[in-house]
């Protein structure tokens, strides 16, 4: 699905991102793990170029998303992302915050569909007959949109648990339910992979574990995510492959039985005797 070649970032002279090497196949489930400033979260927001590569390929279904000729806003639809602070917007509900993406998608869609009709027989007249193009089926009106989204997203708050939480406030949530909705949120556009940046490491305690349930149930129903994180138990018994990173590359990579029974890298012998 995702295959990483020599990525590299630098902001200004310095260089963060050395090389990164790594293919994610659909289904993955890849714990990226490391001391602080390793460059982690770098190398996440480079796979969906919220930040944007200094060199090197990021090939997402067969197309370089790090190139600059390529629109990346396409690509994003396909690529959720759940950040460490939760990132919802405190002047909208629970169920507008999940709607946003969907019906602005979606209107934005429809709205350059209609633009396109009304010029194309104009168009047409300066194409071959066997060039001319048809309309473009208009399945959806701006009301439907809102409508469809609406209840996707009410499908998901009730997979969370937390329907009634619909038409309150994100400031009144807890931590957990906070990062619960930021996580749906990335489901309502049907993404084919997630990306987490630390998404428990702001939480209380025990306020983690509801999270990282709704996390295990994503993997159990074949959700590729790529997720950095300091929870070794989850990266242990949820994780398809870990990788270890330090000093802007990846030093390891291996399953996670074997990545934890018998880590290969000095570093990461080092780094494992610390946290474990």
Known sequence: MIDVLDLKKSFGSLEVLRGINVTINKGDIVCVIGPSGSG???????????????????IFDGVNIADMKVDINVHRRK??????????????????NIMLAPVHIGTTDLRRAKLRNFFLPLTNLFRKKSKK??????MRTKAQIKAE???????????????????VYPSTLSGGQKQRVAIVRALAMNPEVILFDEPTSALDPEMVGEV???????ALDGMTMVVV??????AREVGSRILFMDGGQIL???????????????RTREFLSKVL
Do not use: W, Y
């Open 252 to 266: 390891e990579e291996n399953t996670p039985a074997e990545f934890f029974a018998h880590p290969q890298n000095p």
């Open 133 to 138: 193009q048809s309309k473009t089926e208009i």
């Open 79 to 96: 690529m959720g992302m759940v950040f460490q602070q939760f990132n919802l917007f405190n002047n909208k509900t629970v169920i507008e």
């Open 229 to 234: 994180t300091h929870e070794m138990g989850f």
């Open 212 to 218: 990282l349930d709704l996390m295990k149930q994503l």
């Open 149 to 167: 989204a609406r209840e996707r997203a009410l499908e998901l708050l009730r997979r969370i648990g937390l329907e009634d939480k619909a038409d």
């Open 40 to 58: 982690k979260s770098t190398f996440l927001r480079c796979l969906n170029c919220m930040e944007d590569p200094t060199g090197g390929k990021i």
